[in-house]
């Protein structure tokens, strides 16, 4: 799951598409081209509006681009960089990318992101970022993001992530309690789904799966870094947007997030 998002094509516009077979058509209050009629008692007009959307044009359901720009996790990280870069050095980007699916982008604002998305990559230095990795391989198993207060394990009766302050795990009470917190610790897995963490001569054993298994054995010896990240470090969702920018220039229709 994640956010996605496309750009119509002009094809239905320019009338360059076939001739829908029902109608009316248009493009309804979400920006959607849709069959502006309800759905009940309208569903055979419907199927076919959506069979004509999907055949009419040589675009596939008459998307010039479709993209899937990141999971949520990849666009919060994007938000929290261009917060820490400076939100008013980027205004169109800071606004433009929803906390929920849904809405969209006017062209003439896409234009604008599209330069600011060129700024932003040409950054030599946006922010440090907080991760988890594993110190064998330098494997990156979290990172720190702002608004989920850091958290990326949610379980039963626990929850764990990471922070500027290092790797932690919490209770689920209200308010919760640390169970265990270290920058740099060993885990080992255990029986009954169990995990006993090693800091500094210290063990703790909770409930809770290995940190990072992701159907690989899970790693030994864990730590928390912090490292410098530049613009090209976000291309993969700087790429997704810049595409999409470009082709709602292009087209002068919106970007449509979904």
């Known amino acids: ?109 896409a234009a604008v992101a599209l330069a600011e998305l060129d700024r932003f990559r040409h950054t030599s230095r946006i922010a440090d970022e907080v991760e988890l990795i594993d110190e064998a391989t330098g494997r990156v198993l979290m990172q720190y993001v702002e608004v989920y207060d850091g958290v990326f394990i949610f379980g039963p009766d626990v929850q764990a992530g990471v922070d500027p302050d290092g790797f932690f795990v919490l209770d689920r009470a209200d308010p919760p309690v640390t169970l265990f917190r270290a920058v740099r610790f060993t885990q080992r897995p255990l029986p009954d789904h169990r995990v006993e963490f090693t800091t500094g001569g210290t063990r703790t054993v909770l409930a809770m799966r290995p940190v990072g298994e992701h159907g690989e054995p899970p790693p030994e010896r864990l730590a928390v870094r912090t490292r410098s990240r530049s613009g090209d470090d976000f291309a993969y969702v700087v790429e997704p947007l810049r595409r999409l920018c470009e082709a709602a220039v292009s087209t002068g229709n919106p970007i449509i997030w979904c």
Request: negative net charge; contains cysteine; glycine residues 8%.
């Open 1 to 109: 799951m994640g956010l996605d998002a496309f750009v119509y094509c002009r094809c239905w516009q320019d009338r360059l598409a076939t001739p829908c077979p029902v109608g009316p058509v248009g493009y309804d209050e979400d920006g959607w081209l849709a069959l502006l009629q309800p759905w009940e008692g309208n569903r055979a007009a419907h199927k076919a509006f959506d069979v004509w959307l999907a055949r009419s044009c040589p675009h596939e359901r008459m998307e010039q681009v479709s993209e899937h720009v990141s999971n949520w996790a990849g666009v919060r990280l994007f938000q929290q960089a261009l917060r820490t870069a400076g939100a008013e050095r980027f205004p169109t980007l800071a606004a433009a990318l929803p906390n929920v699916n849904g809405g969209w982008l006017t062209a003439e604002r």
